[in-house]
T-cell receptor, first 112, second 112 residues
Framework: SQTIHQWPATLVQPVGSPLSLECTVE??????LYWYRQAAGRGLQLLFY??????ISSEVPQNLSASRPQDRQFILSSKKLLLSDSGFYLC???????????FGNGTRLTVT | DQQVKQNSPSLSVQEGRISILNCDYT??????FLWYKKYPAEGPTFLIS?????DKNEDGRFTVFLNKSAKHLSLHIVPSQPGDSAVYFC???????????FGTGTRLKVLA
């Protein structure tokens, strides 16, 4: 069966520091991968998605970037965090078009 | 522009009664709709979906209704149980696209 791993579960970082959040999926190949952010009052905001290695689509221009160095690995990064980057970050995957998204347990990021 | 809207931020229901959660969308290209349940500090869990070729889909206590002309869908939970207390998100996607657009969520509280 397929599983998704996302870490760390919580993270406190100072303003201006770099960020790297990692997500891996097991038990499938060539999944579509997604990064969402949950912010208060805005639901789940799509940040990035990827349909293959090295292929990244950005939905919201901001201080973040994503990379997919391997088939089942998706990384969310920032060179310099802002206070507004605080939030709950969720990685998700799906196998095929028309499937539901399946989410990891998320990372609570607090920028101080 | 919020393409998927959940206008009720919260809902309280007595145990054993029906819970009805509503969702409206504006993009007529959406043809696949999903409901997710989310507990605090966890990722959303997929509940049930419906394609635009149907107007109803049922899975145990959960039924989703789709009214395409009104661009409205609803999730019915019968009977409601205290363990159903969570935030519920609706999401929508258009055929051939990779994006899933989420609403802002409705917090359901089932009272024992």
């Amino acid at each position: 069966s397929q599983t998704i791993h996302q870490w760390p579960a919580t993270l406190v970082q100072p303003v201006g520091s770099p960020l790297s959040l990692e997500c891996t999926v097991e038990g499938t190949s060539n999944p579509n991968l997604y990064w969402y952010r949950q912010a208060a009052g805005r639901g789940l905001q799509l940040l990035f998605y990827s349909v293959g290695i090295g292929q990244i689509s950005s939905e919201v221009p901001q201080n973040l970037s994503a990379s997919r160095p391997q088939d089942r690995q998706f990384i969310l990064s920032s060179k310099k965090l802002l206070l507004s980057d605080s939030g709950f970050y969720l990685c998700a995957w799906r196998e095929n078009l028309g499937d539901a998204l399946h989410f990891g347990n998320g990372t609570r990021l607090t920028v101080t | 522009d919020q393409q998927v809207k959940q206008n009720s931020p919260s809902l309280s229901v007595q145990e054993g009664r029906i819970s009805i959660l509503n969702c409206d969308y504006t993009n007529s290209m959406f043809d696949y709709f999903l409901w997710y349940k989310k507990y605090p500090a966890e990722g959303p869990t997929f509940l049930i979906s419906i394609s635009s070729i149907k107007d109803k889909n049922e899975d145990g206590r959960f039924t989703v209704f789709l009214n395409k002309s009104a661009k409205h869908l609803s999730l019915h939970i019968v009977p409601s149980q205290p363990g159903d207390s969570a935030v519920y998100f609706c999401a929508a996607s258009a055929q051939g696209t990779y994006k899933y657009i989420f609403g802002t969520g409705t917090r359901l509280k089932v009272l024992a």
